[in-house]
């Protein structure tokens, strides 16, 4: 009788650890370029996510030890890496429903993010084919630069795979919303700078970001003198850390933070958490409301606040008739720098050099 009683109270100790019928099944997270400057910390915050279920690591090197470190937290994540050897990219990305892209070279001092296309398209472009053959319907999230272009090129090559869904891609330009909440602090004395919202559109790279302080909420006061400089460090603060790390690569850490904050949002947005709007480089004539700006900007693909749900991208919320006369300006010099950058991202999957 003990026996039956044990065997009863471990099968309802069973029945409350399973999941509630509502819950939704583990998915899968991944992380392409996971042993990087970026993709180490990035999978560090990933794996101690409670609402990460299940985290693969992939990249060319390294992914066994960085798996088998990471594997000894205590969190809830199960964690497995990859080689490319005995189809580790294949085994990677099965089952997976987000996929994070922080694969590729970084910037060394007095390159531009334009600089990287050279190696950095031909690694989206075969990643990206890797998610189309084996999670096609995975949300993919762009941080490898130059992310203007790298994003077209992720949109073309699931296109030509017939897989395309807009609403499922991603450009990560939040480290600019990061920096833009961090440095205006020096002038609103904000205790938490991540309190106050500020809007960054247009693309990632120098004078395609474009922050619109205007619109800062709460509201903040910038004295004239102080914004032009405020704005271009937001443009250029990416120069700051990679001068400081004097050709050792760029933005990492503060990157794998911006990385795991947005990734968090978009797994809060698929688990039907409502309300969720954050700024992200989209294919703007697929996803709701994007149509309009793709039109008033002359641009295809462009960062705005979007509004985010359990189908990904569900609406690019139209903010351009909110610009003051200063930021119409940096509006201008953003899309004729981000055209170009497009083009020749999807240049690059029709016509291959
Ligand atoms: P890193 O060189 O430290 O790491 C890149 C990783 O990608 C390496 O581990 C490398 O082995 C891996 N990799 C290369 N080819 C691969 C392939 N075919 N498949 C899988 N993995 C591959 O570079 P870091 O600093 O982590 O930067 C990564 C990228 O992120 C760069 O392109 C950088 O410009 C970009 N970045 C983007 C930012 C953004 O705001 N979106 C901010 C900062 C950097």
């Known amino acids: 009788d003990l026996r039956q009683e044990a065997v009863a109270r471990a099968s309802a100790i069973r029945q409350s650890q399973r999941p509630k019928k509502e819950d939704p099944e ?30 693969s690591l992939f990249d060319v090197v390294n992914t066994p030890g960085v798996t088998a470190d990471l594997s000894h937290i205590s969190s809830i994540a199960k964690i497995t890496g990859y080689l490319p050897a005995d189809d580790g990219m294949k085994k990677a ?54 992310v203007n272009s790298t994003v077209p090129i992720a949109a073309e090559v699931m296109k030509e795979a017939g897989k395309f869904d807009p609403k499922r891609l991603f450009g990560v330009t939040t480290l600019d919303v990061v920096r833009a909440e961090t440095f205006v602090q020096d002038i609103t004395g904000e205790k938490d700078p991540s309190k106050t919202v500020i809007p960054v559109i247009g693309g990632h790279s120098g004078e395609t970001i474009v922050p619109l302080f205007s619109l800062a ?38 990157m794998a933070y911006a990385g795991f904050r947005f990734a968090e949002k978009i797994i809060k947005a698929m688990k039907g ?25 002359g641009v295809d693909y462009f960062s705005v606040p979007v509004e985010l749900g359990p189908s990904g991208a569900e609406k690019a ?25 497009i083009e020749k991202g999807v240049d690059f999957v029709h016509n291959p050099p």
């Open 26 to 55: 583990p998915k899968l997270r991944v992380v392409l370029g996971a042993a990087g400057g970026i993709g180490q910390p990035l999978s560090l915050l990933l794996k101690a996510c409670p609402l990460v279920d299940e985290l």
């Open 273 to 297: 958490e409502k309300g969720i709007v954050e700024p992200t480089y989209v294919y703007l004539p697929g996803v709701t409301g994007g149509d309009a700006i793709a039109k008033e900007t």
């Open 317 to 341: 919320n139209n903010i351009l008739s909110e610009l003051d006369d200063n930021e119409k300006k940096l509006l201008e010099a953003c899309t004729k720098g981000l055209k170009g950058n």
């Open 93 to 146: 990305l099965t089952g997976a429903d987000v996929v994070v892209i922080p694969a590729g070279i970084p910037r060394k001092p007095g390159m531009t993010r334009d600089d990287l296309f050279k190696i950095n398209a031909g690694i989206v472009r075969d990643l990206v084919q890797g998610i189309a053959e084996n999670c096609p319907k995975a949300f993919i999230l762009v941080i490898s630069n130059p």
């Open 217 to 254: 909420k709460p509201k903040v006061n910038i004295p004239a003198d102080k914004l032009a400089p405020l704005i271009k460090r937001v443009q250029f603060g990416g120069d700051e850390v990679v001068e400081a790390k004097g050709g050792a690569g760029s933005a990492t850490l503060s």
